[in-house]
């Protein structure tokens, strides 16, 4: 499985941007679809998940509200439309994919098996 994101960049407070990452390489049934971020210095924490056979999604509470995590079976590709964004959502975005299970909430790192490379968002003030 491969994972590529893309749609970081740099955008005023207050602003929004919209990330996409499109998955290849398997059909993507009961595989949960995430994003998580990484700040310098911090640990990768995430963001938002989504079970791609329904498009359930669940988020971080400082998320919810601003983010909306979709994703489109047609095109394989999973994305997350950030509003509100203040200077403390600058990251490094990740996307990321379990291996195929069951559709229990997964919020760990250690529970995604496949990562994009990640895409930078700096916010600005």
């Known amino acids: 499985v491969q994972l590529q994101a893309f749609g970081g960049g740099l955008v005023q407070a207050g602003g929004s941007l919209r990330l996409s990452c499109a998955a290849s390489?398997?059909?993507?049934?009961?595989?949960?679809m995430g994003w998580f971020r990484q700040a310098p210095g911090k640990e990768r924490q995430f963001v938002a998940t989504?079970?791609?056979?329904?498009?359930?999604?669940y988020y971080s509470d400082s998320e919810k509200g601003r983010f909306t995590i979709s994703g489109d079976n047609s095109k394989k590709t999973v994305s997350l439309q950030m509003n509100s964004l203040q200077p403390d959502d600058t990251a490094v975005y990740y996307c990321?994919?379990?291996?195929?299970?069951?559709?229990?909430?997964?919020?760990?790192?250690?529970?995604?098996?496949?990562w994009g490379q990640g895409t930078q968002v700096t916010v600005s003030s």
């Open positions: 390489g398997r059909t993507f049934t009961n595989v949960r």
């Open positions: 989504i079970w791609w056979n329904t498009g359930s999604t």
């Open positions: 990321a994919a379990t291996t195929p299970g069951s559709p229990i909430l997964r919020t760990r790192v250690s529970e995604y098996h496949y």
